[in-house]
């Protein structure tokens, strides 16, 4: 009986931790949805900014051309950052607070090889993080002067030009 009592226990225990596993793996994509409120836009903005220059900077160490749609997409790339930059000046600080526990951003990605095959995985990354940014920036709900919408604009448009580089070389 006690060996029974046991066995059920440990059960229940296998049980409550694939429960509670379940619900750690399900946390992010429930926490994406949490709009941004004003007390933390400026950090947003920050996070994004960073987020840019770090992808252009992926962008700038890719040899491969695509044409030119590589080059055309760090140029948007530039003006969305910049945009970011008079958006944090013309707010000037006032909500500079970091976000609460829990408030999901994507994760960086990195990518370290730059052969032929690896520049393709470097603009398929580039792309999904500037997505993040994207999804991040969509759901703050300060306007920033309007340049927050314009950086939204410049982003996707850069999006735009990697599945366009992406698509020129699958041709060639």
């Known amino acids: ?3 029974h009592m046991r066995i059920l226990s440990a059960l229940g225990g296998i049980l ?3 429960a509670s596993s379940v619900h750690a793996q399900a946390a992010p994509s429930l926490l ?3 709009a941004v409120t004003d007390r933390r836009s400026d950090s947003n903005l920050r996070w994004a900014r960073e987020r840019v220059e770090n992808n ?3 962008l700038q160490q890719d040899r491969h051309d695509y044409d030119g749609h590589r080059v055309r997409a760090i140029a948007l790339f530039e ?3 910049q945009q970011l930059n008079l958006g944090l000046a013309y707010d000037n600080g006032r909500e500079d607070v970091a976000p609460p526990p829990g408030f999901y951003r994507p994760a960086e990605a990195t990518v370290t090889e730059r052969g032929e095959r690896s520049s ?3 603009l398929a990354a580039v792309r999904r993080n500037i997505e993040g940014v994207m999804d991040v920036l969509q759901r703050d709900n300060h306007d920033y002067g309007g340049h927050r919408v314009t950086a939204l ?3 996707d448009e850069g999006r735009d030009q990697l599945n366009a580089a992406l698509a020129w070389d699958s041709r060639h």
């Open 153 to 155: 604009r410049l982003l």
């Open 79 to 81: 003006q969305a950052r």
């Open 16 to 18: 409550v931790a694939l």
């Open 1 to 3: 009986m006690i060996r």
């Open 32 to 34: 994406r949805v949490i």
């Open 120 to 122: 393709d995985a470097n």
């Open 56 to 58: 252009i900077d992926m």
